[in-house]
Structures are given as structure tokens and as C-alpha cells.
């Protein structure tokens, strides 16, 4: 037992009183990371009981939609989008740089300026105008009333606004260049031209209707978003997080490199209930990166590792961020058939930086935890354990079940709030101390988890309507020249449309949220890849469209020169922001590499595969792939790559991830054949490599 009294009691031996230490000094890291990324007022007086009002009715709402209240869609978007907005006001100053003199109410944030609550109020209201005069906007559609036309009209522009507060200037800049385009169509050149739209039908189908503002990617996160954003911010106030980078150091610390593969296994499982590439860093790498530190990884590199690990947790099923629940919408499939097409990509990506950060180790001579400062696995285990059942009971809803995503979330839900309300008085009776004071705690917990899940939730709403600004636009016909335009300059060719998606997703991704990143690209994009995938003589999926989108979007938060997840571990680390990036997206190489590989083999995404045998088959023979594609880009495989080996590699990797290609290529009529020939080939390089690191140095 090494020293411990019981489970969840403070572990008593000196290196567990330097873990704490570590735990403590990380854990303000984290705050001022994410105080250096947030732009959140911090209130005080009669002022700092509103936003956590609102939060809180705005938990209530959700909760209660997902058991007992029926209520039409359309008010549940109305009544979300009021929330959301009005917190948006309320709690992001106009400018978050200080600007003193006349002007300094529009960056204040100790309080919130009068003009911030008339325009969080009439912002709301402006949102619950569709769900007050629903019927009559339903009567009088295509000829709104001066009424509608100004309420509209207001609603676009707040909606604009509190996407610049909140996510950034980018999302607005493209939602108003969209709309300005549909204004001046006929004045445009050539083929560029079409009839222009009227304020009106512009109001119409933006603002008043559910193609635009109220749109499929709204409708997502009122129904299903929340309940999840809600899940993951209990289970970080409960202690979760600390519990699965605990857990993981338990089990993989004392290996070489050890803290970085905890890192990954951590933000994995972190992740999984986050959907949020910053939350995932600033809950785990405010642990992971100093313990990263400590056994010998340069700053930079800690910072990467953690900012890969954090961002592929979006790809890891089964809650994947808000993007996989409006796949399944777009697409109009079950939930569980994005999951099953994902869950291959996402594990390869993660068994993939396993193995660069075991590469980086050993490039580096480094050590793991030593049997006294890594936490004891059995003592972990016990004091956290009940972590896992809410956990447990979600995925046994949504994989065995097969429970909607709303009732499998709520039920979890239910579940986590029970288990925060008891577990500290649990311990404090088995540590013979005062329950009442512990059940305070509990219920405080559980107000506090209700406050940061709606504070959380607001970036995902209001990215979500404003994008339902652009996916109008393009539905009055902006979007097929824009499709006509990606598609001329790939030129007919699937490869160069890949590559132009791909790097198009990058470079909105910088200034947008993966969410509104996947929507825009997948409106203009994915069917155009179905199209011309067509046209060059084979089939892709839509879903693999789709997900190529959502995996470029995703990989877009640690693209420099913007990426705010290279920030935020850059923080933490103290490490060069630009830098981290550069580093975190040389690791990150494997996952696109991954997205471009399922476009051309859909076996990948488990495209009509319903094998258990060889989808485990599939699975690993990917994994042997990307290790030796990530062996070909670190030049590390057992040990320091010569130059002829490099061109081994590749063939192994491309040879693993698309048989089919290969075996026509060398007239082979089985593509199992490849899969041998390539562990052949790959054993012979890691036989080599071994040989050649135990033959000492001739100097």
C-alpha cells in the first residue's frame, strides 16, 4: 500500500508530497493559461449572480427537454439561442485588450457596463422573437412585416457581434462577406454573377426561418451539444481529470518517456467527454506538461505532445465534440455509424503518437517516473473509481443499448449528480468527519459544474448559429459558384481537391471554432469530393467526406501561426507559442495523413465492414502503417534512420494503408499478400535497426 490510509485520502510518502506539489503549482499554471486565452469578466457585487443565473435556468432548460418537458423544436432553438447570447454579452467585454479614458466600458471586466445588459437583453429578445410570434412568422413567410424585418435584422447583427466577442473577428468577417455577396451578386463578373437577393428575403430565410440562424447546426447543439459540454464540465468539477492523468501515470509512468504517454492516454480518455482541444490542455497538460519536464523533454516538445494528444481527443469516440452530431444530422445516419466510421482513424492517431513520444524518448536518452514518484495504481484506482461508471453507463447506453444521444447523456448525467452530491460525504464517514459540511460541498460542486457547463457551452451555440448565417448564404446561391470555383481549380482531379480541402479547413480553422470549420466545409466541399470522385472512376463515401472536413478543421487548432491549443499548452510550459505549434503539427502529420488515406481506402472507416475479425485485421495493419509513415518523418525508428531506409518506410506505410492500390500495382490478386509482404518488409528494417544499435560505436 505504500503509506496510504484509505482511498481518496492524501497520499503520505515524500514523493507523493512532491506529486501534490506538482499537482498544486500546475493547477495555477492552468488558471493563468486559461485566463491568458479568455477574455471572461470577472464580477463582482449584486452583477456576479446573473451569468451564473442564467447558466444555471439555461442547465435547467436542457435537463428538463431531455426527460419530461415536450416542447417544438423551433422554441428549443429560440429559447438556446436566447441563453447563449445573452451570457455572451454578459460575460465578454466588446474589446479585450484595457483601453483607458471615455472608451474604457468597452474592455471593462470587473464589471458589466449598462450598455452590455441592454444589449445582452434586447439580444435575447431579438433570439425569442421566433418563438413568440412563431405561428405568425409561419403564416407570413417570404413576406415578413416591417416588425420582422427589424427584429431580424437586429438579431443578425448581435448574433455578429457576439461571435466576435467570443470566438474571434474571423467567423464574423466570413458571415458578413457571405451576406454582402448575396447583396451585389448581379454587379459581379461573369460567372460570379447571380440575381441579387432583397433585405427582405434576406431577413426571410436568415433570421426567421430554420435555414439559416436556426438551422440543423443550431437545432444539434440545443438538443444533444449541451448535454454532453454538461457531462464533461461535472466530470472535470468532480475530479476526473486529475483521476485519469493520475490513473494513467500509474500505469505507463514508470516507462520510458513515461509522463508523455500518460499524457496521451489521459487527453484521450479526457477527451472522449470534453470535445474541446483548449479544455482538454488546460485540464491535463497543466499535470502532464511540467511531469513532461521533469523526466527530461524540452519544453516545446512537452507543449506539442500534449497539444497533439488534446486535439485529437475530438476524434475519439464516443462524443468526438459537437461536429460528429451534426454529421449524423447532415448525413441523416444513426450516431453510432459516424462513431463506427471514426473509430479506426482516431485509435490508429493515438497509437501513432504513442509511439513518437516513445521515439522522442528514446532519441533523448530519457527516463520515466521512478517507483516512488508515480502514483500507486491500486490506491488510484480505488479512490476514483466511481469516475468511471457515469462514463461506463454512457457508452453502454449508446453502444448496447442503443439509446439516442439525449437519453444516453441525460441518464449519465443523472448519474454524475449523484455520485458528486455522495462522494465526499462517503469519504468524510469512512474518515469519521462531519457529513454536513461534505454534503455542502457536494451540492456546491455539482452549482458550480452547472455554471462552467453553460459558460462553456456559449462558444459552441453562438459558432453554431452564426455558421447557420453562412449555410443560409449559400443555400441562395452563392454555394454553387463557390463549388463550380474549388472544383476549376482542382481541375477535375480528386487529389487536388483533397489537398485544396485540406489546406482550405487549415486556414479557416485558424480563425474558426472546429465546429463552424466542419459546417462551412462541408456544405461547400463534401459533395463536390463524392462528385469528383466519381468522375475519376471510384466512389467516396459521403461519410469520408465529412470527416475529412471535420479531421482538417480539427487539426487547424494547432496550426501556426494561430492555433489557441499550441497557446494554451505554450503557457503552461512556458515554451514559444509559434514554436509549439510548428512542433505540435509535425505530430499531427500522421493524422492527416490518416484523413487522406480514407479517402481512397474506405475500408478504413469500416465502409460496409461489419466483421469484428477484420476490422481488428484493418485496425492493425493501419497502426503498423502510420508507425512506419511516423518512423519516416521522425527518422527514428530503433534507432537513427539511414537515408535508404526512409524510402522503406514510406512503401510499408502506403502499402498498409491502401492494399488494394499496391496489389494492382504488382499485379497481386490478393491484397492480404501486401499486408504479409509489408510485415516482412518491416520486420527486416526493425531486425537491421536492432543489430545495428547493439554494435557499439568504432571510433
Keep these: 500500500m505504500r503509506g496510504h490510509k484509505s482511498a481518496g485520502s492524501d497520499y503520505e510518502t515524500a514523493a507523493h508530497e512532491e506529486f501534490r506539489k506538482i499537482e498544486k503549482a500546475a493547477e495555477e499554471q492552468g488558471r493563468t493559461a486559461e485566463d491568458e486565452l479568455s477574455a471572461l469578466r470577472h464580477v463582482s457585487g449584486w452583477q456576479r449572480f446573473i451569468v451564473p443565473a442564467l447558466a444555471v435556468g439555461w442547465c435547467i432548460f436542457q435537463l428538463s427537454i431531455a426527460s419530461w418537458l415536450i416542447v417544438n423544436s423551433s422554441y428549443i432553438r429560440s429559447i438556446h439561442l436566447g441563453f447563449a447570447i445573452a451570457i455572451a454579452y454578459l460575460s465578454y467585454p466588446a474589446i479585450k485588450r484595457p483601453v483607458k479614458g471615455l472608451f474604457s466600458f468597452l474592455s471593462e471586466r470587473s464589471?458589466?457596463?449598462?450598455?452590455?445588459?441592454?444589449?445582452?437583453?434586447?439580444?435575447?429578445?431579438?433570439?425569442?422573437?421566433?418563438?413568440?410570434?412563431?405561428?405568425?412568422?409561419?403564416?407570413?413567410?417570404?413576406?415578413?412585416?416591417?416588425?420582422d424585418m427589424i427584429i431580424g435584422a437586429a438579431l443578425v447583427l448581435l448574433l455578429l457581434e457576439a461571435a466576435r466577442r467570443v470566438i474571434g473577428p474571423a467567423l464574423t468577417v466570413i458571415a458578413t462577406f457571405f451576406s454582402s455577396y448575396v447583396f451585389f451578386a448581379e454587379h459581379m463578373p461573369g460567372d460570379f454573377a447571380f440575381r441579387s437577393a432583397s433585405l427582405s428575403k434576406y431577413i426571410d430565410k436568415i433570421a426567421l426561418s430554420t435555414e439559416g440562424i436556426y438551422g440543423i447546426p443550431l437545432d444539434v447543439s440545443a438538443t444533444i451539444v449541451f448535454l454532453f459540454v454538461l457531462f464533461g464540465a461535472m466530470l472535470d468539477r468532480a475530479g476526473a481529470g486529475k483521476f485519469f492523468i493520475e490513473l494513467s501515470l500509474s500505469i505507463l509512468g514508470r516507462f520510458k518517456g513515461g509522463p508523455a504517454k500518460a499524457a496521451i492516454v489521459g487527453s484521450g480518455l479526457t477527451g472522449m467527454v470534453s470535445g474541446s482541444s483548449i479544455a482538454n490542455i488546460v485540464t491535463t497538460g497543466t499535470f502532464t506538461i511540467p511531469l513532461m519536464k521533469k523526466v527530461g523533454y524540452k519544453p516545446t516538445k512537452a507543449a506539442a505532445i500534449e497539444v497533439a494528444a488534446s486535439t485529437d481527443g475530438q476524434l475519439a469516440p464516443p462524443i468526438m465534440g459537437a461536429a460528429a452530431f451534426i454529421i449524423a444530422e447532415y448525413l441523416g445516419v444513426a450516431y453510432l455509424d459516424v462513431v463506427k466510421a471514426a473509430v479506426i482513424p482516431a485509435f490508429v492517431s493515438y497509437a501513432t503518437l504513442f509511439f513518437i513520444v516513445h521515439v522522442e524518448a528514446s532519441k533523448a536518452g530519457l527516463r520515466g517516473l521512478t517507483r516512488d514518484e508515480a502514483p500507486d495504481f491500486r490506491e488510484v484506482l480505488k479512490s476514483g473509481l466511481h469516475y468511471l461508471i457515469p462514463i461506463g453507463a454512457l457508452v453502454y447506453e449508446l453502444v448496447v443499448l442503443r439509446h439516442s444521444p439525449e437519453v444516453s447523456a441525460f441518464r449519465a448525467i443523472t448519474l454524475q449528480a449523484l455520485i458528486m452530491v455522495i462522494q465526499e460525504p462517503v469519504r468524510c464517514f469512512r474518515n469519521k468527519k462531519p457529513l454536513g459540511p461534505a454534503f455542502r460541498s457536494g451540492l456546491t460542486s455539482l452549482y458550480e459544474a452547472a455554471v462552467s457547463g453553460g459558460r462553456n457551452m456559449v462558444t459552441v451555440a453562438i459558432a453554431c448559429a452564426a455558421a447557420g448565417i453562412i449555410v443560409g448564404v449559400i443555400t441562395m446561391g452563392i454555394g454553387s459558384i463557390l463549388t463550380e470555383l474549388v472544383e476549376f481549380l482542382a481541375g477535375g482531379n480528386i487529389f487536388a481537391l483533397i489537398t485544396i480541402t485540406a489546406i482550405a479547413s487549415l486556414l479557416l480553422g485558424m480563425g474558426l471554432p472546429t465546429t463552424a470549420t466542419y459546417i462551412v466545409m462541408a456544405v461547400l466541399i463534401a459533395p463536390v469530393i463524392m462528385e469528383v470522385g466519381l468522375a475519376n472512376g471510384f466512389m467516396v463515401p459521403l461519410m469520408a467526406a465529412h470527416l475529412f472536413c471535420f479531421y482538417f478543421g480539427i487539426l487547424a487548432d494547432d496550426t501556426p501561426p494561430v492555433g489557441l491549443a499550441a497557446y494554451a499548452a505554450a503557457a503552461i510550459a512556458k515554451s514559444p507559442p509559434i514554436k509549439t505549434g510548428i512542433q505540435g503539427f509535425i505530430y499531427d502529420i500522421r493524422t492527416a495523413m490518416i484523413a487522406f488515406m480514407f479517402i481512397f481506402n474506405h475500408d478504413l472507416i469500416l465502409h460496409n465492414i461489419n466483421s469484428w475479425g477484420l476490422g481488428f485485421l484493418i485496425f492493425t495493419m493501419a497502426c503498423i502503417g502510420n508507425f512506419s509513415f511516423a518512423a519516416a518523418t521522425q527518422g527514428w525508428f530503433v534507432c537513427k534512420n539511414r537515408w535508404y531506409e526512409i524510402p522503406f518506410f514510406l512503401l510499408v506505410a502506403f502499402g498498409m494503408m491502401q492494399p488494394s492500390y499496391v496489389a494492382e500495382w504488382f499485379g497481386v490478386q490478393n491484397k492480404y499478400l501486401i499486408y504479409a509482404a509489408g510485415l516482412l518488409l518491416a520486420g527486416l528494417i526493425y531486425l537491421n535497426q536492432l543489430r545495428r544499435q547493439r554494435v557499439p560505436a568504432v571510433n
Design 111 to 147: 464589471h458589466i457596463p449598462l450598455i452590455d445588459l441592454m444589449l445582452g437583453i434586447t439580444a435575447c429578445g431579438a433570439a425569442l422573437y421566433y418563438l413568440v410570434d412563431y405561428t405568425g412568422l409561419a403564416m407570413r413567410s417570404g413576406t415578413p412585416l416591417l416588425r
